[in-house]
């Protein structure tokens, strides 16, 4: 894979060498350059005409200073070697001490390409985009006649990253990235509704087959008109079922996060000294995976320069790791499982979760339906909040049905659900062999960073949850 930094800007070896040693001058431990060049663009289609369409592009370097349990950072957006050093000066200033030595020889590294595309998305041209957003809105408005206004936004971006870091590290990537979005607004008589769907990972122009975007702008029609047809569950303490895919969104909100490594170390999250402890029934397996090919939460290498890996959480019910960084792996005396990821050069790393889903289990989905004498099926969630550290949520659950004597009666709306993350993976009592990676246009936020990420989940019966319904 040629190296666009140092085919563009001259780059090199050298240039990086007398870059560290400006970040290293006051004597930092440790040190590393993030260099992302990315380019986006939206077009959004509302009532069959355009209604926004642009692109934008960003350039920059990142540079991290480590001296114990401080972090220097500092960013330019020029690359030209003057600037890179003040950047690095800045950076340097956490530390105070002799002069520090950056690597002797820079290594290019090879890894595994998980998201080949067949033609990058910065050789696509908006004429090729457009039939695109075309096709789905066609299909959904004429999917029935209460359809009254569809919107279609299409969003891609190619970001090429280097990171070259003071262990004599250099690895370089290509990441390409899609979302296509559809929103549907229907009316009967007086009545309005309202929904969506979307899919999205790390592929160019193939990922959108005609069978695929009909699939889309169906299940937005779908969602919207159930509307009509929904009502308002009983309220109270009931089994709820998640459905496999998407309610993965509750699994990587409400537990996830109080795995990744920082608040452990911080103490923050309950987990904190868990390790090697039940957390859940045997049944129970967590992963945190970076190798799914071509999803949004894949990445070749993380945003440090390690390589990406599949990461058992839980294991049959006990807590196994946690998801780390440099700087946590350090603080546990482990090695990085890839999870160091940031939102752009402007920012730091941080452990981050890339698809993150439960295995499939010993139960099949009927039986778990059958097993439920009042309760709810949870198809997709919105609008969630999360206390990470404890893991207290409240979720919107966007698409659901009633369950009632063992059978899928009625759709759901009005509804939402509150609990405890820990919790409610502790009373989780039934697991199907249903797993779905779900293909949403999912992104993840934290500490004011956004990252593109996965989820999954099989059909899973939690024992007991709070439904906020009708009194």
Known sequence: MSNFFEERFGLDDGVYRRVMATALERGGEYCDLYFQQRSSTVLGLEDEEINRAFRSDDLGVGIRVVRGDATGYAFSEDLEEASMHAAARVAAAIASGGQSEPPQKIVSRTHPDLYPVERPWGEVSTVERLPLLGRVNARAAGGDDRISKVRVHLSDSESRVLVVDAEGRKSYDYQPMTTLYVACVARDGERREESYHNIGGRQGLELYTDDKLDHVADEAVRRTLLLFDARRPPAGEMPVVLAAGSSGILLHEAIGHGMEADFNRKGTSIYSDRLGKLIAEPIVSIVDDGTLPASR?????????????????????????????????????????????????????????????????????EEIIRSVKQGILAESFTNGQVQIGAGDFTFYIKCGYLIEDGRITAPIKDVNIIGNGPKVLADVTMVADDMVIDEGGWTCGKDGQSVPVSLGMPTVKVGSVTVGGVS
Do not use: W
Not at 304 to 310: I, K, P
Not at 357 to 365: N, V
């Open 297 to 365: 939460g894949a990445i070749n290498v993380d945003d440090e320069g390690n390589e990406t890996q599949r990461t058992v959480l839980v294991e049959n019910g006990v807590l196994r790791t946690y998801l780390h960084d440099r700087i946590s792996a350090r603080h546990y005396g482990v090695k990085p499982t890839g999870n160091g990821r940031r939102q752009s050069f402007r920012h730091v790393p941080m452990p981050r979760m890339r698809a993150t889903y439960m295995l499939p289990g010993p139960h099949d989905r």
